[in-house]
């Protein structure tokens, strides 16, 4: 994994077939997806429940580009070690998620992947400012999480705004995770984020046996932010 600024797509797989994994990420990388996000919920920090790192790693081997793992989960600590070896690349954290959020970082990175640091809407972004030199990514979260299908708090673009300039000219990527859609994509985008996650907008019409609209939805989301540059 290379860092750089270009736009990268990341499907949420919260909005794929749970009974057909393998295939869904198959078909959504020939449609043009650039990573693949997977959402990971305990029922406990989010009020919804999804899978562990026993299914990561099942997924792993269909997954040819970058393995996105998203930590919805208290306490974190205790299982990072299994997600590292259940294959991920980027493993996000809530900075929420505990009081020790530094450890958790730190582990992160010692177990081989590189640091995501994930802000819930009504966190404020000066939570990071101790913590830039040990992240790798920053996701902004635009939904409170647990979800897929809700609506973009345009609030948070602000703070991705704030957040790019924080950053500066530190390898950091921006993530942002909820609510994008080819109308949401642009604020983001323009605002310094690099990465958007998108689950219902990605999958929605499509299916393994008809993957065409996934590429459409993929592209809908690149031309929307095209006219940027
Ligand atoms: C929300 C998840 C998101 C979600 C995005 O808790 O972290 O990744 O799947 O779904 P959409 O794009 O439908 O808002
Ligand atoms: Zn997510």
């Known amino acids: ?14 909005s794929a077939d749970f009974a057909n994994f393998g295939a869904e990420i198959e078909a959504v990388e020939a449609q043009g997806a650039d990573w693949i996000h997977v959402d990971v919920m305990d029922g406990h920090f989010v009020p919804n429940i999804t899978f562990g790192p026993q299914l990561c790693k099942a997924i792993r081997k269909h997954i040819n580009t970058v393995m996105d793992v998203h930590l919805m ?11 590292a070896d259940a294959g991920a690349d980027v493993l996000t954290v809530h900075v929420e998620a ?3 959020i530094h450890r958790t970082l730190q582990a992160v990175r010692a177990a081989g992947c590189k640091a995501g640091l994930a802000l819930n809407p009504g966190t404020p972004v000066e939570a990071v400012a101790p913590l830039l030199d040990m992240v790798d990514l920053i996701c902004v979260m635009s939904v409170n999480p647990g ?15 704030q957040l790019r300039a924080m950053i500066g000219d530190r390898p950091i990527n921006i993530e942002v995770d909820g609510g994008v859609t080819p109308e ?14 998108a689950g219902s ?7 393994v046996s008809d993957p065409a609209p996934y590429g459409q ?3 809908a989301i690149r031309t929307a932010c095209d006219v940027l540059v």
């Open 184 to 197: 949401t994509a642009p604020l983001v985008r323009e605002a310094g984020a690099d990465v958007l996650v």
């Open 73 to 83: 989960i208290a306490p974190v600590d205790p299982y990072i070690q299994a997600f």
């Open 1 to 14: 994994m290379t860092f750089d600024r270009s736009l990268k797509i990341a499907p949420s797989i919260l």
């Open 201 to 207: 907008a990605v999958f929605n019409g499509g299916s």
């Open 217 to 219: 939805n993929i592209r």
């Open 98 to 100: 505990g009081p020790h």
């Open 147 to 161: 979800f897929g299908g809700q609506k973009f708090i345009t609030s948070q673009v602000e703070k991705i705004r």
